[in-house]
């Protein structure tokens, strides 16, 4: 028997790894292709596995191979015996290690060949033939190859406007949200305050083993990634080496994002401040002038996700899936700086007193501060307050006016469409005459 074998025990550890991301077609291509040559057993134990993978491997958290037991049904000979087979068909690297808690392994699961490449492997494709035989080797040859012979017919599909009647002003807003930038020689990124400090950040890739080469080509990456998440330098550095897929020796720049989300959900639930954030900004912010707004040192003490994190856990609430996307999405746009999107959240749940950001309204506002280019949070402040003014002395008149007396007053609408649409989260709930009446609106708001 082998001696490795008698070694294996059901109460050593294990953790898993993986080269890069294993996403549900690298399942099936294993389940499909690789089966025959692995068996059943192996592809059930590489699925298992593929649930277990970590980014971040603590070996004090290590699970045993008692699990993975009971979890497939299967004794310690077929564990190792699939093991083997995963192995040798480059599914799986294991190292192994022991300390005081004892022996344990680290499985680090690969990345299998795609549907073409398995087919000009000599080994592999020799090993499926003599598994399944001529006729069954043709057909798995042809997987997830289509016949595409029928585009000589006519086609009758129908496009989305066939199909989907949207209002014209919602997509005007959209690609404003999307188009828009604060008109400006020098980018948006590199005017933030939270832009990368270059010296420190290439004083510590050069004592890593990243290639600075590599970095310095996607320092828009990097850049966003802090915008968003306010890393500083040296856990940049860090969570790069950490995205090297190891297969080619590269930065996965995707990889990174990932980690760098996933950093930031642990840091900021792990440090949520007991004091206020307006508390918390006055004394993060040193250099602060006192006859500022103590709020406006919120704004701009915070990156927005961060913000939001906070101030809705001060609120005793928590933050959605949804507005997480909508705040990330609006930071990475890079149309607003980060303390004026800290302005736009605050009104929505404070002011507003809304339970949730609901991103249509969102990116309505986001669209029309750009399009008055609000640069800072003071500014944004003093636009919210005018117009909360103005509506306050528009609810003034409308009250008069429901008791009966005629008001000889006109209150000109100079709010922007989405201050007025509080409690309303589509257009396409007012009628043709309102639309017509916001367009004009909006021309004379444009004109000033």
């Known amino acids: 028997m082998d001696s490795a074998l008698n070694k294996l025990s059901p109460k050593d550890g294990y953790l898993v790894s993986a080269s890069t991301y294993i996403d549900n077609h690298d399942i099936e291509i294993v389940q499909v292709l690789y089966q025959p040559i692995i068996g059943i057993v192996a ?6 596995l593929r ?23 299967i004794s310690i000979p077929e564990l190792y015996d699939a093991r083997l087979k995963l192995e040798a068909t480059g599914l799986i690297k294991t190292f192994e290690g022991e300390d005081k808690l004892g022996k344990y392994h680290i499985y680090e699961l690969q990345k299998p060949l795609n549907e073409v490449k398995f087919f000009t492997d000599d080994l592999l494709s020799t090993a499926l033939l003599e598994m399944v035989g001529n006729e069954k080797f043709k057909k798995l040859s042809l997987w997830n190859k289509f016949d595409n012979n029928y585009h000589d017919k006519k086609e ?20 404003q949200l999307n188009n828009s930038k604060i008109s400006n020689d020098e980018s948006l990124i590199n005017r933030q305050k939270v832009s990368l400090d270059m010296t420190v950040f290439s004083d510590f ?7 600075s080469d590599d970095v310095m080509n996607h320092l828009d990456i990097i850049k966003s990634v802090k915008l968003v998440y ?18 080619n020796n590269k930065i996965d720049y995707n990889e990174f994002k990932k980690l760098a989300q996933k950093n930031f959900d642990s840091g900021i639930r792990r440090n949520f401040k007991k004091n206020k954030i307006v508390e918390t900004a006055k004394a993060k912010d040193d250099e602060k002038d006192k006859n500022i707004d ?52 605050h009104y929505l749940l404070v002011v507003q007193d809304s339970s949730t950001i609901l991103k249509g309204t969102f990116e309505r506002i986001a669209a029309d501060w750009t399009k008055k280019k609000i640069k800072n949070a003071q500014e944004a402040m003093t636009y919210v307050k005018s117009f909360t003014r103005e509506k306050s002395l528009q609810r003034k008149a409308t009250k008069k006016d429901s008791k009966g ?21 589509k257009l396409t709930d007012v009628g043709k005459k309102e639309n017509k009446e916001i367009d004009e609106l909006l021309k004379k708001i444009n004109g000033k």
């Open 43 to 48: 592809v059930a134990l590489y699925s298992y």
């Open 51 to 73: 649930f277990e993978i970590d980014s971040k491997l603590i070996l004090s958290e290590r699970k045993l191979n008692k699990n993975i037991i009971d979890g497939l049904g």
């Open 156 to 175: 009758v599909t129908k496009q989305f406007f066939d199909v989907f009647n949207l209002n014209k002003d919602n997509i005007v807003l959209q690609a």
């Open 205 to 211: 890739i050069k004592n890593s083993y990243v290639s």
């Open 230 to 247: 306010g890393i500083d330098e040296f856990q940049l550095v860090k969570l790069l080496e950490k995205a090297i897929n190891v297969t």
């Open 294 to 345: 103590p709020l406006v040192n919120a704004f701009k003490a915070y990156v927005p996700l961060e913000f939001l994190e906070i101030l809705k856990n001060e609120l005793g609430s928590f933050v959605t899936a949804n507005e997480r996307y909508a705040v990330k999405t609006l930071v990475e746009k890079q149309m607003l700086p980060n303390e004026v999107i800290n302005v736009l959240i």
């Open 405 to 425: 007396r005629k008001s000889n007053v006109i209150v000109k609408e100079k709010l922007p469409e989405w201050a007025k649409e509080k409690g309303k989260n």
